[in-house]
């Protein structure tokens, strides 16, 4: 079994930054597929970004492209999201995700078998 713990959430301003990361234990998870989540309160759970086994390649939902960037260290079995210029609207919990999956642009979060606890990322006006 693998597990996957987010870290970095909180409190910030409106155009601030946080780093969140993932850290996976359990399974080597550098052949997956890793994707960031995010769920405000009342509404569904959706996809932010993904970067695949290699992290050569990435993927974003409109609403944060140029703003977020996602990464990993396949060494330290790690993956990041990095966010910068937070708005109010990215408030909501954060988690990350994985698959065994060659491709990234599968956005439905069905379609991940691990996920972490989430952390809580708040950006006040």
């Known amino acids: 079994q693998g597990q996957l713990v987010e870290s970095g959430g909180g409190l910030v301003q409106t155009g601030g930054s946080l780093r969140l990361s993932c850290a996976a234990s359990g399974r080597t998870f550098s052949s997956y597929t890793m994707g960031w989540f995010r769920q405000a309160p009342g509404n569904e759970r959706e996809f932010v970004a993904a970067t695949d086994a290699g992290g050569l390649t990435t993927y974003y939902t409109d609403s944060v492209k140029g703003r977020f960037t996602v990464s990993r260290d396949n060494a330290k079995n790690t993956v990041y999201l990095q966010m910068n210029s937070l708005k109010p609207e990215d408030t909501a919990v954060y988690y990350c995700?994985?698959?065994?999956?060659?491709?990234?642009?599968?956005?439905?979060?069905?379609?991940?078998?691990?996920w972490g606890q989430g952390t809580q990322v708040t950006v006040s006006s």
């Open positions: 995700a994985a698959r065994f999956s060659a491709s990234i642009y599968n956005l439905d979060s069905r379609s991940y078998p691990y």
